[in-house]
């Protein structure tokens, strides 16, 4: 589903036949700790071999990182602490490899949306061109 979800999100930009980036949300290190993995990366490249087999040339790429965040959002009491928790704090890790590149962002839940747009900020100001966001699940106020 979410497969189809990203074909239909793309839309007219798959004609250009280029490589769409597939960029999991970055979660902190005591969230990857806790769970033993990144679990968005795991979606992440499930997402591109999904799409490498509907003739879409997609590739996971763990570029962003999230540091000094303790703690999970969706934990936070209200809209203004957790985006006031995560601002800043996401970054690219490897500029080179999204200079040009064309980018979806995912990510398992939303709350106020302010992981996705530090995401999004993030990609950009490293030279990518985000053709969309998807979340899995929504929460709370957003």
């Not at 530090?118 to 490293?126: D, E, I, N």
């Not at 699940?137 to 957003?142: N, S």
Request: proline share 2%; with cysteine.
């Amino acid at each position: 589903m979410l497969a189809e979800l990203t074909v239909f999100a793309l839309g007219g930009t798959l004609a250009y036949g280029r490589k769409i980036l597939i960029v999991p949300a970055p979660s902190s290190v005591r969230s990857v700790r806790r769970r033993g993995r990144w679990h968005m990366l795991q979606l992440a490249r499930r997402l591109a071999r999904l799409l490498r087999g509907n003739g879409i040339n997609a590739q996971a790429a763990p570029v962003l990182t999230m540091h000094a965040v303790a703690g999970k959002s969706v934990e936070m009491l209200g809209s203004s602490q957790r985006a006031s928790r995560i601002g800043g704090h996401v970054t690219v890790r490897r500029s080179r490899d999204i200079n040009g590149a064309l980018a979806i962002v995912i990510d398992d839940i939303i709350t106020t949306g302010s992981t996705m747009r530090q995401c999004v900020g993030a990609l950009r100001a490293g030279g990518a061109t985000v053709l969309t966001a998807l979340a899995l699940a929504q929460a709370g106020d957003a």
